[in-house]
């Protein structure tokens, strides 16, 4: 059993900021690649940013220069640090962990339980 708990949504004012987190908790034997989606309203969920166990990331280009993904492998948690943040950046943010819970299993896709940003002035 693994649980990703999200936290950190909330309300902002357009050009604000929040920070995201999200931690692993559970039978963990290792985690690879961790990343947060997002999913507005009527939209289809889309991939925001990811980050491999070294450190390696990639964003969509419309969050390019205002998120930056992080991870504390101690921890168990990803992060997701958004800055300048805009109305369409209104979504609810799921974090994502592809996570091998013992040696001998193949990795295994787990979602947090999604928390709610919302862009507004």
């Known amino acids: 059993q693994v649980q990703l708990v999200e936290s950190g949504g909330g309300l902002v004012q357009p050009g604000g900021s929040l920070r995201l987190s999200c931690a692993a908790s559970?039978?963990?034997?290792?985690?690879?690649?961790m990343g947060w989606y997002r999913q507005a309203p009527g939209k289809q969920r889309e991939l925001v940013a990811t980050?491999?166990?070294?450190?390696?990331?990639k964003y969509v280009d419309s969050v390019k220069g205002r998120f930056t993904i992080s991870r504390d492998n101690a921890e168990n948690t990803v992060y997701l640090q958004m800055n300048s943040l805009k109305p369409e950046d209104t979504a609810v943010y799921y974090c994502?962990?592809?996570?091998?819970?013992?040696?001998?299993?193949?990795?295994?896709?787990?979602w947090g339980q999604g928390t709610q940003v919302t862009v507004s002035s």
């Open positions: 559970g039978s963990i034997f290792s985690i690879y690649a």
């Open positions: 980050i491999t166990a070294g450190g390696t990331t």
């Open positions: 994502n962990a592809d996570v091998k819970v013992r040696l001998g299993v193949p990795p295994d896709d787990y």
